[in-house]
């Protein structure tokens, strides 16, 4: 595994990929083989690709025994999955064993890699590596070569392969039309549909109309030019829920044509965000978080950072992460870009384009909205400061076209914009043409809504789509879905349209299927089979083709047949293997000869300020609507889940939302001042801390009830509320998980200055639930979300590292006398106290010179000494600068260690699994109601302590220190005495308090029925059935298991390990290779793999000139809690923010010249402190022991200061 | 010998018929006798003038004749609430820890609570045996038996906890030392090892003086037995299809429990240098134990366990725990057998209760010392939890506008209150020597001990370092019922004692009589024939 998946860190493999590239190719054969080889085998294509690729095999390939690895795979796994769904497929394939004719790239236990890519919600494409075991997909990690991702991945990404594996799939085409629903072939499916579609092949398409996902495919716009050959007239609609019409409209506006929105943030010095969360919830969020990291990842102290400005609604990853942010409700937001763009006028007169200059000056002070006149001319002064091409304005999705337009307007006179097809010069974002289905508003699904009820469509065919739970409630869709007399929905996954429709189409999951996608920056990617449809699926094209009655209805033929006709039929073979191999199709390959491009540029699309101005006309007319007393803004947020396809995968589900953490359900989020006026409070009290009040929110005559959550940084009278909850037909997972909000969110009328769209809702009422009105139970991963005044997550302003990062360590004596050198970010907290020599072990991080102790120095049975001073001693380094708190890395922990869930009632109790959590914490006063100054993320997994406090009090060593370094987890050994998690202070080993690991979630047991009958269901708690009651994994949930991972039992405990199998291996690699030692980047741990703006970086710390090294010996690094003298093999790098001066107190400001102000250690910060014993700066007490009650998170007698960070408690020196 | 048979007075005196003849006038300040303030004057330890005789009738008389008709309702009861403990571990066994509350913040609550606060019950009985047995205290003669069978069962409830905690129970002959193929052995570095031997040797040095003290006892029920058969043969069986008889069956297991034993000199040579020997074995133990209970916590990294003073403080607290059981369960033992108020007497009572205020003070002193500790470290993460994970109520952090409070102050307060103000009670003598009041303040220690534990364990886990990984634990049913269960074991298998076994040591008791004094020259001592053991030596004195 190791060495296929660092081809990206190290630079040649000579071996690994022609592997796999064969393997790709055998894989084809398999697939084909399976489904129908007569048609395959006798095209002239399948010749010529044989006898090129396997002289030498292709007549015993041609034979009547193809036994390839594929099929044999394909079959086993197909007759694995019936053992336990008897009857849906029929054993008509032998199984093989490996004891002949084994592929030679199969080593059986050592995985293999192939790349695909994969579409998401809301557009985005992501091109990722799977790691497959014996052809068996286990885990995706993100394709070194994509250049979205550049080897790492979402959470959605990650989470995916759970859709593949999701027992609640649908199985079988069922069709429902007639009699009762019964399974049928898809046979009787391409029958069936040959004799229906005949007659709109007659009547051009009259009456038949098609709903599909929005994405980026040339393929499926090939399968789309064959259905309109076919049905001219018939109607077509991309839809995708939680798209973004403003910003379609405005590009329309002001270039002529639907462009999408490519952001170059490794550009951009300054960055103003307008209710756009780019790090969260965008379609090109992995890209934005590395270009955004690559400005942030301050090494020196002269480089500088790029600076961020958010002005939003909801509290996102990007409000997190700015150097200001402004909480301000959606609809006032465009004020405070038509403010921007004044003061960027007036500031620079002449730079915003003519008409938009004009109509901006014309424009009147917007009323009722108190647009901060400070920030916006400090915003404007620093962007115009940061010069051409190096800064950036983005709109979000709630905010409406205009505000868009404007945007794009500011940018253009900014220097910021980039019109050409390749990324070059200097330009913050790109701008692309939009394919057809990509630009399609949604206000086309809201007109088919109105056809469908009128009776004018026959034929409704759904692919790969869920509009009857996601339409707009304004559309009545599940009404109007009813009166359609034909019905035919492909879906991967078990839907609500599923479950309405006459023909239930079992469709192939992306890891099943051929395809390819369009990434938002122009990357096209190809989708390759990992496995034969376990259940015999179509993919979407293939099911588009069976409709549009095409001669081909393979999908690898037509989809190569798509590649071909744009490759060039010369040399298309080599290119499309390569393709495959890499990923990516070669930029040289796509239709962009030299003429071609010449061309292409010439009808590139250019800025109409003209017509953009034409948007922001309304603005002036109408005065923007602000929320009052009785409205409320209502903001649709993309939760975990997405937006509800990825229902039923457990991790999502209770992966904690960044900001409230909250698992397994959705909230209205509110301000605390909003709270208080509806009669919302939490109560503080313990008990019903973990529970909230259930609120009615109606928009436009649509209700929904859902709980009410406050948090403090969101505006008054606004609702935040997170779409994708609420699924009522997905599987067992997800039914009845949350509260459904599409059906408040808007169809997409136009409206230039607010309304409602799919992501804003303007005029909400909220009222407490009359109906229902009682404590509904949240389930919270952190109630707490201060550090308490702790050195925990320890932040600085950019001036103070930049005045003090960059000298040398200083250097002091402890209190036992011995000396030592504290790096800037040490002395920012509590110090390490601990005398310098009484480790059992020589520490090589801390240049001890004394002699070994020789107790422990000798060699062990083992021939290991347990000296940290040999062989490879590995650590782990987490920039909480760039950590984003996006928690990809979470998930990508649970997919490579086989986490388990366990449930909101279990979360609810602490008991959550996650071996990696992302701490979140404000900062700022505490004092209610007052908006936190910031928020801070910490991802904390188990820190690897070199003097470990779980492994002394384990009572039957089974946590034990391994040579290298490693905290080991022994789970033969456990007997679960949970000492060790007491013991540990980073409070990472997980306890495995019931049988979570072998049996299903929400699963079958023994009694459930007479449980039901006396009413016991759901809400009871299924884990307290004891295990041997309850239901097995499923044989294919088993399938996505890691097979290099053990699944724990109850009863013990676990925790990180370092994935330590990666290790291994590449340790096996390595012997294999005759090398001395795993050079760096030669393999990575799963959440270093998946984290976007690459925060986490592991590696050997023997290794100078390895990055870890470099890291750890780095000024901004620290230990956390490193005075308790655990020495963590994790250390975490201060985060810092760049705040602009203009903006900040002269408190802060005081704290730059001051940053060790309440540390008091060292010469530089002008105190004279004695370093003697116990005198280490002690702060400024206040009020009961040392407590200050009015500054509650930032003197509480720690060293550091918070202050630091929240700018607000310079009084106290 | 007087025409009266002995038997007969001593029937009629147990009777009541007849009344015992009182050496000293009651005075009616000193309640019953006992307490005197006095110290020239050594008053009685046992009440009513009682022979040799009366003491070994009263004392055998528990296990020979038919209890109070309160005996059967209130064993039923026991019982099946002790029942309710194998429930709930089946139930446990089956399904897993997670049917207790405990969780990824908090992994010890409930079970680890219950362990040390029954641990800590037991140390009274082990140091009244032991301690007060080299101290030379005779007032500890009555209460020693009864308060090392305390010991036993509350060994035997504390035992269960560390059993049935740990994750896979049957994987817990783990912590044991035995020689594997894997070489594999237990780690000697953690505490709960430690606890592993301190426990199992306590409970079996416990066990074994226990039932060293018993012998002589076990042979004068068998030879009782054995002549009333003698003189009564035609006994009626125990049951009608059962052909045994009540004092065969005695003679029987009397018999073997009494290991032959034959109130030979030689005997009562070895009996009392192995009870010395035992003593001197136990005492360290009495401060080993409950030392090594508190390393379970001392000697971890967490604020709010890691400290020293934890040692001294756990045994204080014990045996100010363990006397207020051995008081819960006297006097009420003492309403139910009237007679055996004139063994067990208020000076017994108020002399526990001193010890009570004496270790209750200790332990007082402890917590404000925990205080001054987190103070005097400088280290804020000590002071967080002492200040907001145990002391702050919500309304007083209010008034001091800090904005968080400790979530679980009640049982904190509930500990301050209970074994720091309840037992100051006892500085008066009236309540002291009330035996009412000694009961209440008995009952609210008992409680308080139990909080402290919880206090100790909970409120220090539930908020450490990490304040993103903060969390409460709320006990389930299961929690409580198997706490409530273990109750029940421990009544019941007192009630057995009472009810089957010596409930005094008869021996001891008729040493501190003044019959036994060798300067006594008060009245006769009768029951020389009705079977008064004593031991050799002290019987010459009283001719």
Redesign the interface.
């Known amino acids: 595994m190791s060495m296929d998946q660092c081809h990206s860190t190290v630079g040649e493999l000579p071996v690994v990929r022609p592997r796999a590239a064969k393997h790709a190719q055998v894989g084809v054969t398999g697939k084909a083989y399976w489904r129908s080889v007569e048609d395959l085998a006798d095209t002239p294509d399948f010749r010529d690709w044989l006898e090129r690729e396997f002289p030498g095999g292709a007549s015993r390939l041609l034979d009547s025994s193809r036994r390839t690895f594929m099929k044999l795979m394909g079959a086993s796994l197909a007759l694995a999955g019936a053992a336990t769904l008897p009857g849906c497929r029929r054993p008509d394939h032998k199984i093989m064993s490996y004891s002949r004719d084994v592929p030679e790239e199969i080593i059986p236990g050592k995985s293999l890699f192939f790349a695909t890519s994969l579409h998401l919600p809301g557009g985005s494409v992501e091109g990722v590596l799977v790691e497959t075991h014996e052809g068996r997909p286990v885990k995706i990690e993100g394709n070194p070569l994509h250049a979205t991702n550049n080897g790492k991945s979402s959470h959605w990404a990650q989470a995916s392969i759970l859709g593949l594996y999701d027992p609640d799939r649908l199985k079988d085409p069922i069709f429902a039309s007639e009699g009762p629903a019964t399974p049928r072939s898809w046979d009787d499916v391409k029958a069936w549909s040959k004799r229906h579609f005949a007659k709109f092949a007659a009547n051009q398409g009259e009456g038949l109309a098609f709903i599909v996902d929005k994405k980026r495919s040339p393929s499926r716009d090939a399968a789309r030019g064959m259905i309109f050959g076919r049905y001219p007239n018939a109607s077509w609609v991309a839809y995708d829920p939680i798209q973004n019409d403003a910003a379609i409209e405005a590009t329309i506006a002001s270039f002529g044509k639907a462009m999408r929105e490519v952001l170059h943030l490794e550009n951009a010095d300054v960055i103003v965000a307008f209710d756009r969360d780019f790090i969260g919830d965008d379609p090109d969020r992995v890209r934005n978080q590395r270009g955004f990291a690559a400005k942030r990842r301050v090494l020196d102290t002269t480089s500088g950072m790029s600076r961020l400005y958010a002005v939003e609604s909801n509290y996102s990853l990007t409000g997190c992460k700015a150097d200001h942010r402004w909480a301000v409700a959606p609809s006032a937001i465009g004020a405070w870009v038509v403010a921007l763009a004044q003061e960027i006028g007036k500031q620079k007169a002449g730079s915003m384009p003519k008409p938009v200059a004009d109509l901006v000056d014309a424009m009147p002070a917007i009323r009722g909205v108190a647009v901060d006149s400070a920030a916006v001319r400090a915003m404007a002064a620093d962007l115009l400061g940061a010069g051409p091409g190096k800064s950036l304005v983005l709109a979000g999705p709630t905010q409406p076209a205009a505000v868009h337009a404007l945007c794009i307007a500011i940018n253009q006179a900014l220097g910021n914009v980039s019109l050409a097809l390749r990324a070059s010069g200097a330009f913050t974002v790109r701008y692309r043409e939009m394919g057809g289905d990509e630009a399609a508003s949604s206000v086309q699904l809201g007109k088919l809504a109105a056809n469908m009820k009128a009776g004018k469509v026959d034929t409704l065919v759904c692919i790969g789509v869920n509009p009857v739970y996601d339409a707009p409630g304004s559309t009545d869709f599940a009404a109007a879905f009813a009166k359609v007399p034909h019905r035919l929905t492909a879906s991967v996954e078990n839907s609500e349209t599923i479950d309405a429709s006459t023909w239930k189409l079992s469709m192939a999951h992306t890891l099943e299927s051929w395809g390819d996608s369009e990434a938002i920056d122009g990357t096209l990617a190809p989708i390759q089979p990992m496995i034969a449809p376990l259940f015999g699926g179509k993919s979407d094209v293939e099911v588009l083709l069976i409709v549009a009655d095409a001669p081909v209805t393979d999908g690898y033929e037509f989809v190569r047949g798509v590649w071909r006709k744009r490759l060039g039929e010369t040399g298309f073979e080599k290119a499309w293997r390569r393709a495959l191999h890499n990923g990516v199709f070669d930029e040289a390959a796509a239709p962009t000869d030299a003429t071609g491009a010449a061309a292409a540029a010439a009808a590139l699309p250019k800025f109409d300020a003209a017509k953009s101005a034409t948007l922001l006309a309304p603005m002036k007319d109408r005065v923007p609507y602000t929320p009052d007393g009785g409205k409320m803004d209502v903001v649709f947020a993309v939760g975990m889940p997405g937006d509800g396809r990825f229902a039923n995968h457990g991790w999502l589900q209770e992966l904690p939302d960044p900001l409230t953490k909250i698992v397994w359900d959705n909230v209205a989020l509110i301000s605390p001042a909003t709270a208080e006026k509806y009669g919302l409070k939490r109560e503080?009290a313990?008990?019903k801390k973990r529970k909230a009040r259930m609120v009615t929110l109606s928009v436009a005559g649509q209700k929904m009830t859902l709980p009410a959550w406050e948090m403090a940084g969101i505006p008054d009278n606004t609702v935040i509320v997170q779409v994708g909850y609420g699924r009522t037909v997905c599987g067992l997972v997800g039914n009845g998980v949350g509260f459904n909000a599409f059906g408040l969110s808007g169809n997409g009328e136009p409206d230039t200055v607010g309304g409602i769209n799919r992501r804003f809702a303007a005029g909400g009422t909220l009222e407490r639930a009359t109906e229902g009105d009682r404590w509904y139970p949240i389930s919270s991963t952190?109630?707490?979300g201060?550090?308490?005044?702790?050195a925990?997550v320890r932040e600085v302003d950019l001036a103070a590292w930049n005045k003090f990062g960059g000298k040398p360590s200083y250097k002091d004596t402890d209190h036992y006398g011995q000396p030592r050198e504290l790096k800037f970010a040490e002395r920012l907290g509590e110090l390490v106290d601990s005398p310098a020599m009484v480790s059992a072990y020589v520490n090589p991080q801390r240049n001890e010179k004394a002699p070994h102790n020789p107790a422990v120095s000798e060699m062990n049975?083992l021939g290991e000494t347990p000296d940290f001073a040999f062989g490879h001693q590995w650590g782990m380094s987490i920039d909480l600068t760039t950590c984003t708190g996006c928690s990809a890395c979470t998930i990508a922990c649970q997919a490579e260690n086989n986490i388990p869930i366990v449930g909101k009632i279990?979360v609810n109790?602490?008991?959550?699994m996650s071996w990696i959590?992302v701490?979140?914490?404000f900062s700022g006063p505490?004092?209610g109601g007052v908006d936190p100054e910031g928020v801070m993320f910490?991802p904390?997994a188990c820190v690897h302590c070199e003097n470990a406090?779980c492994e002394?009090?384990?009572?039957?060593?089974a946590t034990v220190h391994g040579p290298e370094g490693i905290n080991y987890m022994a789970y033969n050994?456990?007997?679960?005495?949970?000492?060790c998690?007491?013991?540990c202070?980073?409070?990472v080993?997980?306890?495995?308090?019931?049988?979570w690991g072998t049996k299903r979630y929400q699963g079958e047991y023994v009694g459930r029925e007479s449980l039901k009958e006396i009413g016991i269901d759901g809400p009871a708690n299924h884990?307290?059935?004891?295990?041997?009651l309850r239901e097995e994994l499923n044989e294919i949930q088993k399938l996505q298991q890691n097979p290099d991972v053990t699944v724990r039992?109850?009863?013990?405990?676990e925790k990180c390990s370092y994935c330590i199998q990666r290790i291994n291996e590449s340790r096996i690699e390595m012997k294999l290779r005759n090398m001395k030692s795993i050079p760096d980047g030669f393999f990575q741990t799963a959440c270093q793999q998946a984290c976007p703006s690459d925060a986490i970086v592991f590696g050997n710390i023997r290794d100078a000139g390895s990055r870890v090294s470099k890291l750890r010996d780095h000024q901004r690094s620290y230990l956390l809690?490193g005075f308790?003298n655990?020495r963590p093999r994790t250390t975490y790098m201060a985060a810092i923010r760049n705040p602009n001066p203009s903006l900040v107190d002269s408190a802060r400001k005081n704290l730059w010249d001051h940053p060790f102000e309440h540390g008091g250690h060292g010469p530089d910060d002008g105190h004279d402190h004695d370093h003697g014993g116990?005198g280490h700066g002690?702060p400024q007490k206040h009020?009961?022991?040392?407590?200050d009650?009015?500054k509650?998170f930032d003197d509480?007698?720690?060293r550091m200061s918070l202050a630091v960070l929240s700018g607000s408690a310079g009084g106290h020196a | 010998m007087s025409a009266i048979h002995p038997d007969q007075i001593m029937a009629e005196r147990l009777a009541g018929t007849m009344s015992a003849e009182p050496r000293r006038p009651m005075n009616p300040e000193t309640f019953d006798g006992t307490v005197i303030d006095d110290p020239s004057v050594r008053p009685d330890l046992v009440l009513g003038n009682r022979s040799f005789g009366e003491v070994t009738n009263i004392v055998c008389g528990y296990t020979e004749q038919k209890p109070g008709s309160w005996w059967l309702p209130v064993f039923c009861l026991t019982s099946s609430i002790a029942g309710l403990t194998g429930l709930m571990v089946l139930y446990l066994a089956i399904t897993g820890v997670g049917v207790w509350g405990l969780n990824n913040r908090v992994g010890w609550a409930w079970d680890i609570t219950n362990f040390v606060f029954w641990i800590g019950i037991g140390h009274a009985g082990t140091l009244i045996s032991a301690i007060l047995c080299l101290l030379k205290q005779k007032w500890r003669t009555s209460i020693n038996r009864a308060a090392e069978a305390m010991t036993i069962f509350a060994v035997i409830c504390a035992a269960t906890y560390p059993g049935i905690h740990v994750g896979r129970m049957w994987m817990a002959w783990m912590m044991f030392p035995i020689p594997n193929a894997n070489k594999i052995w237990p780690n000697f570095t953690s505490p709960l090892l430690w606890d592993l031997f301190a426990v199992s040797t306590y409970g079996t040095v416990s066990l074994l003086f226990w039932y060293m003290g018993m012998i002589p006892d076990f042979a004068t029920l068998r030879d009782r037995a054995v002549m009333r058969m003698k003189r009564d043969p035609n006994q009626p069986p125990m049951l009608p299809i059962l052909s045994v008889k009540a004092d065969q069956m005695r003679a029987y297991i009397y018999g073997f429990l009494s290991l032959g034993w034959r109130f030979s000199s030689r005997h009562w040579q070895h009996y009392e240098k192995a009870y010395l020997i035992l003593a001197g074995i136990s005492t360290p133990l009495v401060l080993s134990v409950h030392s090594i209970v508190s390393f379970d916590f001392a000697t971890s990294v967490l604020p709010g366990w890691h400290a020293t003073i934890f040692p001294p403080y756990f045994v204080a607290g014990a045996i100010f725990g363990g006397f207020a059981m051995v008081l819960l369960l006297m006097i009420p033992a003492r309403e139910l057998y009237p007679n055996m108020k004139d063994l067990i007497t208020v000076r017994h009572i108020e002399n526990m209760a001193k010890i009570t205020l004496l270790t209750g003070s200790m332990v007082g002193f402890a917590y404000a010392m925990e205080f001054f500790i987190a103070w005097y470290s400088g280290s804020d993460y000590e002071k967080d939890v002492f200040v907001f994970s145990r002391l702050m109520p919500p309304f007083l952090a209010e008034t001091f506008g800090f904005h968080r409070h400790a979530p679980y102050w009640w049982a904190y307060w509930a500990m301050i209150f209970c074994n720091v103000v309840s037992p100051q009670l006892y500085w008066f003598k009236r309540f002291r020597t009330s035996a009412f009041w000694v009961f209440v303040v008995s009952v609210l220690i008992t409680i308080g001990m139990w909080f402290e534990r919880f206090v100790i364990i909970v409120t220090s886990l539930h908020q450490a370092f990490l304040p993103g990984h903060w969390g409460m634990f709320f006990p389930t049913p299961v929690d409580i019922l198997t706490f409530v269960g273990t109750i029940g074991v421990f009544t019941t298998l007192f009630l057995l004692f009472l009810r089957f076994l010596p409930a005094f040591a008869m021996s001891e008791i008729k040493n501190v009589l003044p019959q036994a004094s060798p300067h006594h020259h008060g009245h006769g001592h009768g029951g020389d024939a009705a079977g008064g053991h004593a031991p050799a030596a002290h019987h010459q004195g009283g001719h």
């Open positions: 503080a313990t008990a952190q109630m707490h201060s550090m308490e005044g702790r925990i049975e279990e109790k602490g008991r959550e959590r701490d979140r914490y505490n004092s910490q904390v406090p002394v009090v384990c009572p039957v060593n050994r456990c007997i679960g005495t949970r000492y998690a007491n013991n202070p980073y409070k080993r997980r306890f495995n308090f019931f049988q884990n307290l059935i004891p295990a041997r039992a109850r009863g013990v405990m809690l308790l655990t116990g002690e009020g009961l022991l040392g407590y009650p009015s509650s509480r007698g720690y």
